[in-house]
Nanobody
Framework: QVQLVESGGGLVQAGGSLRLSCAYS????????MGWYRQAPGKQRELVAA???????NYADSVKGRFTISRDNAKNRVYLQMNSLNPEDTAVYYCNLKDVRDAGFRIEYDYWGQGTQVTVHS
């Protein structure tokens, strides 16, 4: 069983920064990609940033230039550096891991952390 544990959320003033961390553990067959999603009250969960096993990154338009996703494979961690935060960034942030197993056919696994609250006040 794969476990994801997020940390680093909190309350910050607009214009400030936070760094989220996600530690993953357990049996992983072939890590495909990791990402950060967020869900604000009354809204659907949305992708914030993702990083593939090859290191390619993808960002939501709303966070480009402000957020940076990175990985430390030696520590089994993925990070989200968030700068220039604004109240619209307030949400629960979730870490996601996509695993792939070749069992003669492709099996995909999708794992989620419990979420960490980020609140940005003006």
């Amino acid at each position: 069983q794969v476990q994801l544990v997020e940390s680093g959320g909190g309350l910050v003033q607009a214009g400030g920064s936070l760094r989220l961390s996600c530690a993953y553990s357990g049996r992983i067959f072939s890590l495909n990609a990791m990402g950060w999603y967020r869900q604000a009250p009354g809204k659907q969960r949305e992708l914030v940033a993702a990083i593939t096993s090859g290191g390619s990154t993808n960002y939501a338009d709303s966070v480009k230039g402000r957020f940076t996703i990175s990985r430390d494979n030696a520590k089994n961690r993925v990070y989200l550096q968030m700068n220039s935060l604004n109240p619209e960034d307030t949400a629960v942030y979730y870490c996601n891991l996509k695993d792939v197993r070749d069992a003669g056919f492709r099996i995909e696994y999708d794992y989620w952390g419990q979420g960490t609250q980020v609140t940005v006040h003006s």
